[in-house]
């Protein structure tokens, strides 16, 4: 079955609105777990507009091999402050997986991929990093990329298509040309030996007929859309129901 991984930077956004520490981002990777996930994503960004390192290190704590942890992030975002920089975060507390996205400061949220084709040298010493450290690396790519033998030659052993346009084009009412789009590319992908992860805006509105679409899904990360709905569905009861969606 497809891992489904839960995405907690909105409980972070929510409690730093405010100050202080609710919601309590550890008793929300409890519920989660709980629920029956598989894996545990966070995203902290160099502003520390959401997910903090701090909060990056309880997680590990909480979670000593319980699900997968993921830790998503810009591998060529300098230290700044309290955020050491993604590789030394990854090395003081093990992720099983790094997801390398190309965002910024400017970036509302993470609306690109990398271009393998354009990118390959300079991500290769930093997949090597990665790996020394006992991390699986996934790299943000869009539909439609190329360079995927590329990657697995420098070490990359995952991408995580970037579903943005997929959900735009579902929420129109036709997403069958991006479906075609994301298939083929997932197709690519795994002829080049990587295992494929999706994520951004899946909903359980669109999560079923893309999974539906794209044979052999590793794993997908949600987490702007299921805790929306677990404004209104309680957090426990959405895990589930995605769940169900994937099985």
Do not use: W
């Amino acid at each position: 079955m497809t891992l489904l991984s839960v995405n907690l930077n909105k409980i972070a956004v929510l409690r730093n609105s405010r100050g202080g520490n609710e919601p309590d981002i550890a008793t929300a990777a409890h519920t989660c777990i709980e629920a029956g996930c598989g894996g545990i994503t966070v995203h902290p960004r160099p502003d520390m507009r959401h997910v903090t390192p701090a909060d990056v290190r309880v997680i590990a704590g909480l979670l000593r091999g319980r699900v997968e942890y993921n830790i998503e992030g810009n591998p060529f975002a300098g230290a700044r402050g309290a955020y050491p920089g993604l590789l030394e975060l990854a090395r003081e507390v093990r992720p099983n997986q790094v997801t390398l996205v190309p965002d910024g400061d400017g970036q509302i949220t993470s609306d690109h991929g990398f271009d393998l084709t354009k990118d390959i040298d300079t991500l290769k010493p930093i997949v090597a990093a990665f790996r020394e450290i006992g991390c699986r690396v996934s790299v943000f790519v869009d539909a439609g990329g190329e360079g995927f033998a590329e990657a697995a030659a420098i070490g990359v052993q995952r991408i995580e298509l970037y579903t943005g346009p997929y959900a735009e084009a579902f929420a129109e009412g036709d997403a069958r040309k991006e479906l075609a789009a994301f298939s083929d590319t997932a197709r690519r992908a795994q002829q080049a030996g990587l295992a494929v992860n999706a994520g951004h805006d899946l909903s359980q509105a669109n999560l079923g007929t893309f999974k539906s679409a794209i044979p052999g899904l590793a794993e997908v990360s949600i987490g702007h859309a299921l805790i929306g709905e677990a404004l209104y569905q309680g957090l426990t009861n959405t895990v589930k129901a995605y769940l169900e969606i994937l099985s």
